[in-house]
């Protein structure tokens, strides 16, 4: 890792599906930087490509064209990989979605650990881990229990957790309130920002919910492929 490195950055990627008449262009050059410790949402309508965009820079779904970095580090260069890509995402990206998909059969504390063994790490190390996130979330108590035993927004706090195991650079979460009312939504979101600031992860969230935008640092806006700024943090696209 390169010493103040941006969590990630996008130079000029491209996603191109199909070919001829049947070309779609899902991203068209898009160009961003998240500082870690900053956090930013990420607006657009349905279709527009934010999802695309989520996937590439969470190495899922590589881009056509243009460099992909993480901690300063070139980790695509367009399709071509650069690192072990399934080894990348599991130690310096975290993933959220807006169903908490958790293991249904593993308790609270268990849907954390899991995380924690895909690194190696186990027995009490990962017990310890799990239950000092799970008390900076606010779901300590609830350890125990099974995610149907859980509030939507107590299973969204875990899902959370889980995706904070392996103190990752950057966390992606993809419509995280969605599911649930105002008041959990509001509190997810700045959720999200007292974690980038506190672990000093780059953080970005895709929503469409712009109920909560004051809590973000920055605001991308993505439309027919095309990624841009707003100037303010609590500016709405009209």
């Known amino acids: 890792m390169t010493q103040h490195a941006p969590a990630i950055e996008t130079i000029g990627i491209s996603k191109i599906y199909g070919s001829g008449n049947t070309e779609v262009i899902a991203l068209r050059e898009a160009t961003m930087t998240i500082q870690r410790g900053e956090v930013v949402a990420l607006l657009g309508p349905s279709g527009s490509g934010k999802s695309t965009l989520l996937s590439s820079i969470g190495l ?26 399934q080894r990348y995402r599991r130690e310096r990206l975290g993933f959220i979605f807006q169903k908490s998909n958790l293991i249904p059969f593993l308790s609270a504390i268990e849907n954390v650990m899991i995380a924690l063994s895909i690194s190696g790490i186990e027995g009490r190390p990962a017990k310890r881990r799990a239950m000092e996130l799970l008390d900076s979330l606010g779901v300590a108590e ?39 009312d105002s008041k959990l939504g509001r509190q997810v979101m700045e959720l999200f920002r007292e974690i980038g600031h506190e672990n000093q992860a780059g953080v970005l969230v895709v929503t469409h919910d712009q109920r909560s935008l004051e809590v973000f640092d920055r605001i991308l806006h993505m439309d027919d492929g095309l990624l841009t700024e707003l100037e303010v943090a609590n500016s709405k696209p009209k």
């Open 60 to 85: 899922i779904n590589p881009p056509t064209s243009g460099q992909i970095k993480i901690d300063g580090k070139v980790v695509m260069d367009g399709p071509k990989p650069f690192v072990n890509l």
């Open 142 to 180: 609830r350890a125990k229990n099974l995610p149907s035993a859980l509030s939507g927004g107590q299973q969204q706090r875990v899902a959370i957790a889980r995706a904070l195991a392996n103190k990752p650079s950057l966390l992606l979460a993809d419509e995280p309130t969605a599911a649930l």
